[in-house]
């Protein structure tokens, strides 16, 4: 049954989507279908179920392009399937429509800490500092995150340099 919604879902989205949408709606102003979809992807995620979650959350940004919270929690998803590159391409469509959202940038961060890339994730934490100072707790996060370093499954994903004798 639920897939069923799911593909009805996509094709209301699809009709009301008629034009490109530019900008962030402010919250209240998101589509409740994209919310009401959000909301269900977070209680999968929380359950271990990333796959159908990371669907769910599709659809709503499906419903409503201007959804960044729900841009966030696919990136919030992504780092979890350990896939680190999308987590950062989802986050920066967040940030494209909301550059100072503090949740994005620090996953982006968190995601190129994984992938060894600490200068960038540096200037992330950076604009964290700017935004809300170091009494926020994403700026603790990724502050841990670029003291900690990549993770052992993240840095055993790396090429290694040949031995040399």
């Known amino acids: 049954m639920r897939i069923s919604v799911r593909f009805l879902v996509l094709g209301a989205a699809a009709a009301m989507v008629a034009s490109p949408v530019v900008g962030q709606r ?40 201007r959804n960044r919270s729900a841009f966030v929690e696919m990136a919030r998803v992504a780092k979890q399937q350990k896939l680190f590159g999308k987590a950062i391409r989802l986050a920066n469509e967040a940030l494209q429509l909301e550059p100072n959202d503090l949740d994005a ?9 994984e992938l060894g890339a600490i200068p960038r994730a540096r200037v992330n934490l950076v604009k964290l500092q700017q935004l809300c100072s170091n009494d926020c707790r994403q700026v603790a996060t990724l502050s841990a995150a670029i003291a900690r370093g990549p993770t052992v499954v993240a840095a055993a994903t790396k090429p290694q340099a040949p031995k040399t004798n």
């Open 105 to 113: 940038l620090a996953l982006q961060g968190e995601a190129m800490v």
């Open 26 to 65: 402010p919250d209240n102003q998101i589509l409740p279908l994209s919310v009401e979809l959000q909301q269900q992807a977070q209680s999968l995620a929380s359950a271990g179920k990333l796959t159908d979650a990371a669907g769910l959350l599709e659809t709503a940004v499906a419903v409503d392009p």
